[in-house]
């Protein structure tokens, strides 16, 4: 038995195939474009090596694509022959049981799986980022941070995962709100691991939600290569650029980066598209003309109306057949959303329920320009929108959708209250969005004020 780079055992047999999978990990740790070949490599080598199988059953899973299932199963069919031919190590064992909750769509009761191999081995640092990508789709940040703490202890500088632990460990501090511990972690994940894009990329969440736009610029210039190996991940980082310069009224920038970077290829990747939606959405938001960028988004989008893999696909998949105008795949996506709410059998279907309905409700009531309809419904969905995974800056354009459509509606006091709460999440710091809103919510009330007078007088 030979171990891997993190020190952990392996049943591979071979130097070769030891040192494609240490190159898997390491690329899958960094979102590397270079994973798969990586991977292929190592199967290649040594075919019934269980964990390389489950490795790439999983891989497809996160993938958040229907058709791609297809691969995974016969991955995750590999892995269950290779176990029945010659039983797999304890750590395999792991991984294997929970591929097999998550194959069922169950992907909260495999958790539990990676929680028992990081309890026996805490240094498992594949176990600890597939355990984090899961949460992260499940929107359960709270876990994130409280799996990455148990295992911190275990950890010291010289491990070779150290720097992508802190690159996670940033990003689940960012989203439980400790902002100036996530920026340090995260600064010192990059030092340690120069191509952690997960770790930079923690980094400039924490600028989104301390609304500090022009330092977010600041830091990701001049650190394009840390994100340059990336797979789709690429164009997120991207994204988060794009997003500060939208902050800063620089518009034009946001437009350039949009066509030049985030939409460079024209992909139906659920991650390129929630990018490039939501990113749109907040441009209309803001009374700009984006042309005729919505029908591509929209073209492969009514392509996907009966994926209902992630809720958070679904969710931008239908913000862009809004966008686009596509009323017959609008009502063939939400005729499928409240099937698979009403079966709520998987976790994805639960959240589909709640709050993927609402949610779903409301982006369809917003395109049809009826604006209480879409309040009441993404008001209704507001509590609740972190079960559709994501985080707190992606989200971000919901919030600003319900907070849009009080004001449209004349829902003044509702509308503010909710752009308050989103202000207190930011340390009360008040960004470009918050204090625009603020000015149309006042110039409501002394319009308000001025009709009751006029109609007193």
Not at 129 to 154: N, S
Not at 338 to 367: I, T, V
Request: hydrophobic fraction near 45%; proline fraction near 2%; include cysteine.
């Amino acid at each position: 038995m030979m171990q891997d780079l993190f020190g952990q055992d392996t049943t591979l047999a071979t130097p070769q195939a030891l040192e494609s999978w240490n190159n898997t990990q390491r690329a899958f740790l960094a979102h590397g474009a270079s994973t798969p070949t990586h991977l292929g490599a190592t199967l290649e080598a040594e075919p019934d090596f269980a964990l390389g199988h489950i490795a790439k059953a999983m891989f497809y899973i996160l993938l958040g694509r229907k058709e791609l299932l297809a691969t995974a199963t016969e991955a995750y069919e590999a892995a269950e022959a290779t176990n029945r031919a010659q039983p797999i190590s304890k750590r395999e064992m792991y991984f294997l049981q929970a591929l097999r909750d998550w194959m069922k769509g169950q992907p909260k009761a495999a958790l539990r799986h990676f929680e028992a191999a990081l309890a026996d081995n805490p240094t498992d640092t594949l176990a600890m980022k597939l355990d984090h990508a899961v949460r992260f789709v499940l929107g359960d940040a709270v876990g994130m941070r409280r799996m990455i703490e148990a295992v911190l202890p275990a950890y010291d500088n010289k491990h070779p995962g150290y720097g992508y632990l802190l690159g996670c460990h940033a990003f689940a501090m960012e989203e439980t709100g400790e902002y100036k511990r996530a920026q340090i972690a995260g600064r010192e994940a990059l030092l340690l691991a120069p191509d952690d894009a997960w770790g930079l990329h923690a980094v400039a969440h924490v600028h989104d939600m301390t609304a500090d736009a022009a330092g977010g610029i600041k830091w990701l210039t001049g650190r394009e290569e840390a994100w340059a190996h990336c797979n789709n991940f690429r164009y997120h980082v991207w994204w988060h650029k794009a997003l500060m310069h939208l902050d800063m009224g620089e518009r034009e920038v946001v437009l350039d980066l949009y066509d030049q970077q985030i939409r460079q290829d024209k992909t139906d990747d659920y991650r390129d598209i929630s990018n490039a939606t939501s990113l749109l959405s907040r441009l209309e938001l803001d009374g700009v003309d984006v042309g005729d960028r919505w029908e591509e988004l929209a073209d492969l989008s009514a392509n996907r109306t009966e994926d209902g893999c992630l809720i958070f696909a679904d969710l931008h998949y239908l913000l862009a057949l809004v966008g686009g105008q596509r009323e017959d795949a609008i009502a063939t996506m939400m005729g499928r959303l409240h099937r698979d709410a009403k079966e709520g059998k998987s976790d994805m279907q639960k959240a589909m329920a709640n709050p993927g309905l609402a949610a779903a409700a409301g982006l369809e009531a917003f395109g049809e320009s009826n604006f209480e309809g879409a309040f009441i419904n993404l008001a209704r969905a507001n509590a609740d929108m972190h079960l559709a995974g994501g985080s707190h800056a992606q989200r971000d354009v919901f919030e600003r959708l319900t907070i849009d459509s009080g004001i449209r509606a004349g829902f003044l006091d509702q509308a503010e209250a909710i752009l308050a709460k989103r202000t207190a999440q930011r340390s009360g710091r008040i960004d470009g969005y918050a204090a625009a809103r603020q000015k149309l919510i006042a110039d409501g009330r002394r319009a308000t004020e001025r009709a009751a007078n006029w109609a007193a007088s």
